[in-house]
Protein backbone atom coordinates (compact mmCIF):
# COMPACT_ATOMS: atom_id res chain seq x y z
CA UNK A 1 0.00 0.00 0.00
CA UNK A 2 1.34 3.39 -0.90
CA UNK A 3 1.45 6.20 1.42
CA UNK A 4 -1.13 9.12 0.37
CA UNK A 5 0.73 11.98 -1.37
CA UNK A 6 -0.44 14.54 1.34
CA UNK A 7 1.90 13.03 3.20
CA UNK A 8 5.02 13.61 1.72
CA UNK A 9 4.33 16.86 0.25
CA UNK A 10 6.43 19.52 1.16
CA UNK A 11 8.12 18.06 4.12
CA UNK A 12 11.45 18.89 5.22
CA UNK A 13 11.20 16.26 7.89
CA UNK A 14 9.53 13.16 7.93
CA UNK A 15 7.49 15.03 10.62
CA UNK A 16 4.12 15.42 11.87
CA UNK A 17 3.52 17.64 14.65
CA UNK A 18 1.05 16.30 17.02
CA UNK A 19 -1.71 18.35 18.40
CA UNK A 20 -1.16 19.82 21.54
CA UNK A 21 -4.11 20.67 23.77
CA UNK A 22 -4.17 24.66 24.43
CA UNK A 23 -1.20 25.09 22.44
CA UNK A 24 -1.31 24.35 19.38
CA UNK A 25 -2.76 27.34 17.58
CA UNK A 26 -3.03 29.08 14.31
CA UNK A 27 0.49 30.63 14.33
CA UNK A 28 2.53 27.44 15.48
CA UNK A 29 0.55 25.64 12.65
CA UNK A 30 1.33 27.90 10.16
CA UNK A 31 5.20 28.20 11.21
CA UNK A 32 5.69 24.49 11.29
CA UNK A 33 3.93 24.32 7.32
CA UNK A 34 6.41 26.97 6.19
CA UNK A 35 9.43 24.96 8.16
CA UNK A 36 8.65 21.91 6.40
CA UNK A 37 6.84 19.69 8.81
CA UNK A 38 3.06 19.13 9.23
CA UNK A 39 1.36 21.27 11.70
CA UNK A 40 -1.45 20.35 13.84
CA UNK A 41 -4.36 21.61 16.53
CA UNK A 42 -6.86 20.11 18.11
CA UNK A 43 -10.40 21.21 16.94
CA UNK A 44 -11.24 22.12 20.71
CA UNK A 45 -8.40 24.67 20.67
CA UNK A 46 -10.67 27.01 18.53
CA UNK A 47 -13.06 28.99 21.25
CA UNK A 48 -15.97 29.43 20.40
CA UNK A 49 -16.64 27.56 18.35
CA UNK A 50 -17.05 30.01 15.58
CA UNK A 51 -13.47 30.27 15.64
CA UNK A 52 -12.23 27.31 13.66
CA UNK A 53 -13.36 28.32 10.67
CA UNK A 54 -11.74 31.66 11.22
CA UNK A 55 -8.44 30.02 11.80
CA UNK A 56 -8.67 26.64 8.94
CA UNK A 57 -8.93 30.03 6.59
CA UNK A 58 -6.17 31.94 8.43
CA UNK A 59 -3.31 28.63 8.27
CA UNK A 60 -4.33 28.50 4.34
CA UNK A 61 -4.22 31.95 2.87
CA UNK A 62 -0.87 32.22 5.10
CA UNK A 63 0.25 29.25 4.10
CA UNK A 64 -0.30 29.86 -0.11
CA UNK A 65 1.26 33.64 0.63
CA UNK A 66 4.61 31.96 2.09
CA UNK A 67 4.51 29.22 -0.65
CA UNK A 68 3.93 32.04 -3.31
CA UNK A 69 7.08 34.66 -1.87
CA UNK A 70 9.14 31.78 -1.37
CA UNK A 71 8.17 29.12 -3.86
CA UNK A 72 11.55 27.14 -3.42
CA UNK A 73 10.35 25.95 0.28
CA UNK A 74 9.08 23.02 1.16
CA UNK A 75 5.32 23.86 2.78
CA UNK A 76 3.45 20.97 4.52
CA UNK A 77 -0.10 20.25 4.60
CA UNK A 78 -1.80 20.70 8.33
CA UNK A 79 -4.14 18.71 10.27
CA UNK A 80 -6.99 18.88 12.44
CA UNK A 81 -7.51 16.32 15.67
CA UNK A 82 -10.66 15.42 16.33
CA UNK A 83 -11.79 14.08 19.96
CA UNK A 84 -14.33 11.73 18.68
CA UNK A 85 -15.61 10.51 21.59
CA UNK A 86 -19.02 10.81 22.64
CA UNK A 87 -18.47 13.29 25.08
CA UNK A 88 -17.26 15.68 22.49
CA UNK A 89 -20.12 17.93 22.09
CA UNK A 90 -18.67 19.83 19.26
CA UNK A 91 -18.18 17.12 16.78
CA UNK A 92 -21.31 17.60 14.69
CA UNK A 93 -20.44 20.80 14.38
CA UNK A 94 -16.65 20.80 13.92
CA UNK A 95 -16.73 18.55 11.16
CA UNK A 96 -19.14 20.67 9.00
CA UNK A 97 -16.63 22.94 9.35
CA UNK A 98 -13.51 20.55 8.46
CA UNK A 99 -15.75 19.58 5.60
CA UNK A 100 -16.11 22.89 4.27
CA UNK A 101 -12.49 23.95 4.23
CA UNK A 102 -11.38 19.89 2.71
CA UNK A 103 -8.97 20.08 5.66
CA UNK A 104 -6.25 17.60 4.17
CA UNK A 105 -5.79 15.49 7.02
CA UNK A 106 -7.67 14.14 9.98
CA UNK A 107 -6.71 13.12 13.16
CA UNK A 108 -8.74 10.99 15.22
CA UNK A 109 -8.40 10.30 19.10
CA UNK A 110 -10.36 8.26 21.63
CA UNK A 111 -12.64 6.01 19.29
CA UNK A 112 -12.49 5.08 15.89
CA UNK A 113 -16.36 6.01 13.86
CA UNK A 114 -16.88 4.87 10.47
CA UNK A 115 -19.45 8.02 9.80
CA UNK A 116 -16.32 10.06 10.71
CA UNK A 117 -13.97 8.53 8.22
CA UNK A 118 -16.39 8.48 4.92
CA UNK A 119 -17.23 12.24 5.91
CA UNK A 120 -13.79 13.11 5.67
CA UNK A 121 -13.15 10.55 2.31
CA UNK A 122 -16.62 12.51 0.69
CA UNK A 123 -13.92 14.79 -0.45
CA UNK A 124 -10.81 13.21 -0.47
CA UNK A 125 -9.29 13.73 3.13
CA UNK A 126 -6.85 11.05 4.85
CA UNK A 127 -7.86 9.93 8.61
CA UNK A 128 -5.08 9.41 10.93
CA UNK A 129 -6.31 7.50 13.92
CA UNK A 130 -4.23 8.03 17.22
CA UNK A 131 -3.60 3.91 18.71
CA UNK A 132 -2.20 2.54 22.03
CA UNK A 133 -2.09 -1.33 20.94
CA UNK A 134 -2.48 -3.38 18.32
CA UNK A 135 -5.89 -4.51 18.69
CA UNK A 136 -6.95 -0.75 18.74
CA UNK A 137 -5.20 -0.18 15.32
CA UNK A 138 -6.96 -3.39 14.01
CA UNK A 139 -10.22 -1.53 14.79
CA UNK A 140 -9.56 1.78 13.64
CA UNK A 141 -8.38 0.08 10.04
CA UNK A 142 -11.30 -2.15 10.11
CA UNK A 143 -13.80 1.23 10.62
CA UNK A 144 -12.21 2.98 7.44
CA UNK A 145 -9.16 4.84 8.90
CA UNK A 146 -6.00 5.30 6.25
CA UNK A 147 -3.44 5.20 8.97
CA UNK A 148 -2.55 4.83 12.71
CA UNK A 149 -0.47 6.39 14.98
CA UNK A 150 1.41 4.03 17.10
CA UNK A 151 1.31 6.46 20.29
CA UNK A 152 3.58 4.79 22.51
CA UNK A 153 5.34 4.52 25.80
CA UNK A 154 6.74 8.08 27.06
CA UNK A 155 4.55 10.04 24.34
CA UNK A 156 3.61 13.63 25.92
CA UNK A 157 -0.57 13.76 27.05
CA UNK A 158 -2.23 10.86 26.78
CA UNK A 159 -0.38 7.89 26.18
CA UNK A 160 0.12 3.95 25.99
CA UNK A 161 2.65 1.20 27.76
CA UNK A 162 4.51 -0.32 25.43
CA UNK A 163 7.67 -0.51 23.99
CA UNK A 164 7.79 1.46 20.42
CA UNK A 165 9.51 -1.45 19.54
CA UNK A 166 6.83 -3.52 20.21
CA UNK A 167 3.72 -1.58 19.42
CA UNK A 168 5.46 -0.84 16.13
CA UNK A 169 6.49 -4.73 15.09
CA UNK A 170 2.86 -5.86 15.52
CA UNK A 171 1.28 -3.24 13.47
CA UNK A 172 3.81 -3.86 10.32
CA UNK A 173 2.89 -7.50 10.51
CA UNK A 174 -0.27 -7.21 8.71
CA UNK A 175 -0.30 -3.48 8.16
CA UNK A 176 1.67 -1.71 5.32
CA UNK A 177 -0.39 1.78 4.87
CA UNK A 178 0.79 4.79 6.48
CA UNK A 179 2.51 4.46 10.39
CA UNK A 180 3.25 6.72 12.63
CA UNK A 181 4.96 6.97 15.74
CA UNK A 182 4.44 8.70 18.74
CA UNK A 183 6.90 8.56 22.17
CA UNK A 184 9.61 10.37 23.05
CA UNK A 185 11.25 11.89 19.83
CA UNK A 186 12.39 14.67 20.60
CA UNK A 187 15.82 14.65 18.71
CA UNK A 188 16.73 14.40 14.54
CA UNK A 189 18.32 10.75 16.28
CA UNK A 190 15.06 10.16 17.64
CA UNK A 191 13.23 10.35 14.20
CA UNK A 192 15.69 8.58 12.59
CA UNK A 193 14.90 5.61 14.88
CA UNK A 194 11.08 6.00 14.12
CA UNK A 195 11.64 5.63 10.70
CA UNK A 196 14.13 2.38 11.25
CA UNK A 197 11.64 0.69 12.98
CA UNK A 198 9.07 0.62 10.17
CA UNK A 199 6.87 4.25 10.79
CA UNK A 200 6.25 6.39 7.72
CA UNK A 201 6.73 9.34 10.06
CA UNK A 202 7.88 10.39 13.38
CA UNK A 203 4.82 11.99 15.82
CA UNK A 204 6.87 14.95 17.61
CA UNK A 205 5.37 16.73 19.97
CA UNK A 206 6.49 17.96 23.57
CA UNK A 207 9.69 19.41 21.67
CA UNK A 208 7.36 22.30 20.58
CA UNK A 209 5.69 23.42 23.54
CA UNK A 210 9.12 25.58 24.63
CA UNK A 211 8.97 27.07 21.16
CA UNK A 212 8.24 30.64 20.73
CA UNK A 213 4.74 30.44 18.94
CA UNK A 214 3.73 28.04 21.04
CA UNK A 215 0.56 29.43 23.39
CA UNK A 216 1.70 27.52 26.31
CA UNK A 217 2.75 29.74 29.40
CA UNK A 218 6.42 31.10 29.78
CA UNK A 219 6.75 28.84 32.97
CA UNK A 220 5.84 25.56 31.30
CA UNK A 221 8.37 26.33 28.42
CA UNK A 222 10.80 27.05 31.01
CA UNK A 223 10.01 23.78 32.77
CA UNK A 224 10.09 21.83 29.63
CA UNK A 225 13.01 23.13 28.96
CA UNK A 226 14.97 22.07 32.68
CA UNK A 227 12.80 19.01 32.88
CA UNK A 228 14.20 15.48 31.77
CA UNK A 229 12.73 12.01 31.25
CA UNK A 230 12.40 11.15 35.10
CA UNK A 231 9.98 14.44 36.05
CA UNK A 232 7.71 12.94 34.06
CA UNK A 233 4.84 11.03 36.41
CA UNK A 234 2.15 8.91 34.51
CA UNK A 235 -1.76 9.11 35.67
CA UNK A 236 -5.15 8.78 34.59
CA UNK A 237 -6.01 11.19 37.84
CA UNK A 238 -6.08 14.37 35.44
CA UNK A 239 -8.58 13.26 32.65
CA UNK A 240 -9.58 9.70 33.49
CA UNK A 241 -7.21 8.66 30.72
CA UNK A 242 -4.08 7.81 31.58
CA UNK A 243 -1.61 10.24 30.27
CA UNK A 244 2.32 11.88 30.85
CA UNK A 245 2.30 15.06 32.43
CA UNK A 246 5.08 17.44 34.31
CA UNK A 247 6.08 16.27 37.83
CA UNK A 248 6.54 20.04 38.52
CA UNK A 249 3.59 21.27 37.58
CA UNK A 250 1.40 18.70 39.65
CA UNK A 251 3.63 19.83 42.69
CA UNK A 252 2.67 23.37 42.38
CA UNK A 253 -1.07 22.25 42.19
CA UNK A 254 -0.14 21.39 45.62
CA UNK A 255 -0.30 17.11 45.04
CA UNK A 256 2.39 14.83 45.61
CA UNK A 257 3.26 13.05 42.03
CA UNK A 258 4.13 9.73 43.74
CA UNK A 259 1.16 9.01 45.72
CA UNK A 260 -1.51 10.26 43.10
CA UNK A 261 -5.07 8.35 43.56
CA UNK A 262 -6.79 6.97 40.58
CA UNK A 263 -9.82 8.31 38.63
CA UNK A 264 -12.72 6.79 37.62
CA UNK A 265 -12.26 6.12 33.64
CA UNK A 266 -16.09 6.81 33.74
CA UNK A 267 -15.54 9.99 34.46
CA UNK A 268 -13.85 10.98 31.31
CA UNK A 269 -12.91 14.97 30.99
CA UNK A 270 -10.88 15.55 28.03
CA UNK A 271 -11.19 19.34 28.19
CA UNK A 272 -10.43 20.35 31.37
CA UNK A 273 -9.56 17.71 34.08
CA UNK A 274 -12.56 18.32 36.22
CA UNK A 275 -11.40 15.07 38.35
CA UNK A 276 -9.61 17.40 40.46
CA UNK A 277 -9.11 21.33 41.03
CA UNK A 278 -6.48 21.43 38.93
CA UNK A 279 -7.31 21.64 35.01
CA UNK A 280 -5.52 19.82 32.69
CA UNK A 281 -3.78 20.92 30.99
CA UNK A 282 -4.10 24.82 32.13
CA UNK A 283 -2.24 23.67 35.32
CA UNK A 284 -1.08 20.11 34.82
CA UNK A 285 1.06 20.22 32.33
CA UNK A 286 0.90 17.41 29.99
CA UNK A 287 5.16 16.15 28.22
CA UNK A 288 6.76 13.18 26.92
CA UNK A 289 9.93 11.99 28.24
CA UNK A 290 12.25 12.94 25.43
CA UNK A 291 12.21 16.52 26.28
CA UNK A 292 15.80 15.89 28.07
CA UNK A 293 16.87 16.85 24.29
CA UNK A 294 15.23 20.19 24.49
CA UNK A 295 17.74 22.48 25.97
CA UNK A 296 16.74 25.99 24.99
CA UNK A 297 13.46 27.97 23.83
CA UNK A 298 13.55 28.29 20.11
CA UNK A 299 11.57 29.70 17.53
CA UNK A 300 9.40 26.93 15.56
CA UNK A 301 11.59 27.34 12.44
CA UNK A 302 14.75 26.81 14.44
CA UNK A 303 14.09 23.86 16.10
CA UNK A 304 12.64 22.41 12.80
CA UNK A 305 16.20 23.16 11.54
CA UNK A 306 18.00 21.77 14.36
CA UNK A 307 15.87 18.56 13.69
CA UNK A 308 16.75 18.62 10.96
CA UNK A 309 20.83 18.93 10.97
CA UNK A 310 20.45 16.03 14.14
CA UNK A 311 18.39 13.92 11.72
CA UNK A 312 21.33 14.32 8.72
CA UNK A 313 23.79 13.61 11.31
CA UNK A 314 22.22 10.50 12.54
CA UNK A 315 21.96 9.44 9.78
CA UNK A 316 25.56 9.68 8.57
CA UNK A 317 26.63 7.96 11.43
CA UNK A 318 24.61 4.93 10.83
CA UNK A 319 25.74 4.63 7.59
CA UNK A 320 29.31 5.03 8.81
CA UNK A 321 28.28 2.15 11.57
CA UNK A 322 26.62 0.11 9.11
CA UNK A 323 29.95 -0.16 6.59
CA UNK A 324 32.29 -0.50 9.47
CA UNK A 325 30.30 -3.57 10.66
CA UNK A 326 30.35 -4.96 6.77
CA UNK A 327 34.12 -4.55 7.26
Keep these: MSIPEILTQGLRLPVVASPLFIVSGPELVKAQCQAGVIGSFPALNARPKEMLDEWLTDIRESNAAFQAANPDAPVAPFAVNQIVHRSNDRLEHDMEVIIKHKVPIVITS ?11 HSYGGVVLHDVITDTFARKAIDKGADGVIAVAAGAGGH ?12 IRAWFDGPLLLSGALAHGRSIL ?18 TEEARSAAEYKDMIVSSHAADIVYSNLFTGVHGNYLRGSIEAAGLDP ?34 GAVTSRLNTAALVEQLAEQYEQALHDLQDRIAAVAR
Excluded at 159 to 170: H, M, R, W
Aim: charged share 15%; hydrophobic share 45%; proline share 4%.
Design 110 to 120: LGAREEINEAV
Design 159 to 170: AGTLSPFALIQE
Design 193 to 210: SALAAGADLAYVGSAFIA
Design 258 to 291: SHLPESDPSAMDFGSGGNTEAKAWRDIWGSGQGI
